[in-house]
């Protein structure tokens, strides 16, 4: 196992930007400290080539206006806030509208624009980063400074996250990493094979926000509990898809219901035989099918990323849980430590 540092360039106020790349098992991530971003992941297809399963960007300078957030730490909250606002002891929140009238992972100025700081490690089989970022009582509108730390893992063939953060005044927190995936390393993922641990999605209303209803995915597009490509029901006439600009953008339930560490996904592609596994200790995922890229985007190697080029499961809270109390607590107080893990397993099928 190892850790190599390179410099990845400055950011426009003059910070330096930092890439770790760690290696073991065979596989290998590259993790910037801008935005704690995984640029690169590469794994072993069926034949032993490695091939990046994720997209993203080659040089620092696209990041720096990364609208899709490709690889992304996101904080302090993951997802939609409805209205760009939340109550929470008895004071109103007012937070940047930066998705039609909502607010989105955290806004403009998220945890996917700030340098992290950055502490290697390698041993006992493991290549290790840990990230730390403070961020300051109402930075985008907030409350409270929150003191976040995040642990990138390789080892034994699994890429594990575990996040934690305290704070000094009660707030909200709901992090998670925004990976575009493509096991295939190029192409789409519409016949990807996805299965998800989950009975129940989130509906969502025309800008989003879910409505507040589990429902079940029993006869719905929205049925993974038994493995099915990618595609296979984007053409469906559902209201849902169609919300989402043709393709998933949604908050499953998983079966778990947080906690403990519990698989909560799997992804087969066919094609490079490349498998995925994603663990959790959270409630839901968002599973997300790239609807609203259309090939403006110019990626590595000067691939230009088409709709569906990659699919995010992003492991979280539900959406909007600030403004919705009988979804799971998303609440911070002084002298909890918010803690949460992510694996993400990949492997071969012949």
């Not at 939609?80 to 109103?92: P, S």
């Not at 993922?189 to 998800?196: A, D, M, N």
């Not at 990618?230 to 559902?238: H, S, Y």
């Not at 609807?291 to 499961?313: E, I, S, W």
């Amino acid at each position: 196992m190892s850790v190599t540092r390179h410099a990845f360039g400055v950011t426009p106020d003059g910070v330096p930007v930092e890439l770790y790349t760690l290696a073991s098992g065979g596989l290998e991530a590259t993790i910037a400290t801008y935005g704690g971003i995984l640029v690169a992941l590469r794994a072993p297809d069926r034949r032993g080539i490695l091939a990046d399963v994720t997209l993203g960007f080659d040089e620092l300078a696209p990041y720096l206006t990364n609208e899709p957030y490709f690889g992304a730490l996101i904080g302090r909250y993951g997802n939609r806030i409805a209205g760009g606002r939340f109550q929470l002891d008895g004071a109103t929140y007012t937070l940047a509208r930066n998705n039609g009238p909502n607010h989105l992972h955290g806004g403009p100025r998220g945890f996917h624009t700030v340098v992290w700081s950055a502490e290697p490690r390698a041993g006992d089989g493991a290549a290790a980063l840990t990230l730390r970022y403070t961020s300051p009582d109402g930075e985008e509108g907030y409350p409270g400074t929150l003191a976040v730390a995040v642990t990138y893992t390789l080892a034994g063939g699994e890429l594990r996250l575990d996040y934690t953060a305290t704070t000094d005044r009660a707030t909200v927190v709901n992090l998670t990493n925004h990976t575009y995936f493509n096991l295939a390393g190029a192409g789409d993922i519409l016949g990807h094979e996805l299965r998800l641990l989950a009975g129940r999605f989130l509906p969502v209303d025309a800008t989003l926000i879910p409505t507040g209803e589990l429902r079940p995915v029993a006869g719905t597009p929205m049925d993974f509990t038994r493995p099915a490509p990618i595609g296979a029901r984007l053409d469906a006439a559902d209201e849902q898809l169609r919300r989402a600009n043709g393709g998933y953008d949604h908050c499953w339930a998983l079966d778990s219901g947080g906690g403990a560490l519990a698989l909560a996904a799997e992804v087969f592609e066919p094609a490079s035989g490349r498998t995925l596994q994603v663990l959790t200790t959270q409630p839901g995922v968002q599973f997300y099918t790239g609807n609203f890229l259309d090939g403006r985007v110019t990626g590595k190697g000067g691939r230009a990323y088409a709709k569906h080029a990659g699919f995010c499961l992003e492991t979280q809270h539900f959406p909007d849980s600030p403004n919705q109390p009988a979804f799971p607590t998303t609440v911070l107080r002084p002298g909890e430590t918010y803690r949460q893990t992510t694996i993400f397993r990949l492997g071969v099928r012949a």
